[in-house]
């Protein structure tokens, strides 16, 4: 229980929409032990009942803070993956 209170209190101190916190903790949920998740920009919006281009600002705002990372995946011929997000 104090590792779940421990999260919201990070994310209460992190500047940003209160989407912004929910969409961050979500990341957190689902990282792997190194902090990385590679998720759809459409999963989130599914899963936190929000738009797509609201997930979309609310990354570039977590990255611009420095408290994601964003690396685009592509496959060997090019095509587009979903991004991997690592929280930090």
């Known amino acids: 229980m104090a590792d ?4 919201f209190k990070v994310a209460g101190k992190i500047n940003t929409t209160i989407s912004g916190k929910m969409l961050y903790m979500l ?4 990282a792997d032990g190194n ?3 590679n ?3 459409r999963k989130i919006s ?25 690396r685009g995946r592509f496959t060997k ?6 991004n991997e997000y690592i929280v930090r």
């Not at 779940?4 to 999260?7: V, Y």
């Not at 990341?27 to 689902?30: I, N």
């Not at 599914?46 to 994601?68: A, C, F, M, P, W």
């Not at 011929?77 to 979903?82: F, K, M, N, Q, S």
Request: aromatic content about 2%.
């Open 77 to 82: 011929d090019g095509g587009r993956l979903a």
């Open 46 to 70: 599914k899963i936190l009942g929000i738009h797509k281009s609201t997930v979309s600002k609310n990354l570039r705002r977590l990255e611009q803070s420095g408290d994601i990372y964003i």
């Open 39 to 41: 998720i759809s920009h």
């Open 4 to 7: 779940k209170i421990s999260e």
């Open 35 to 37: 902090g990385a998740i």
């Open 27 to 30: 990341l957190c949920e689902l």
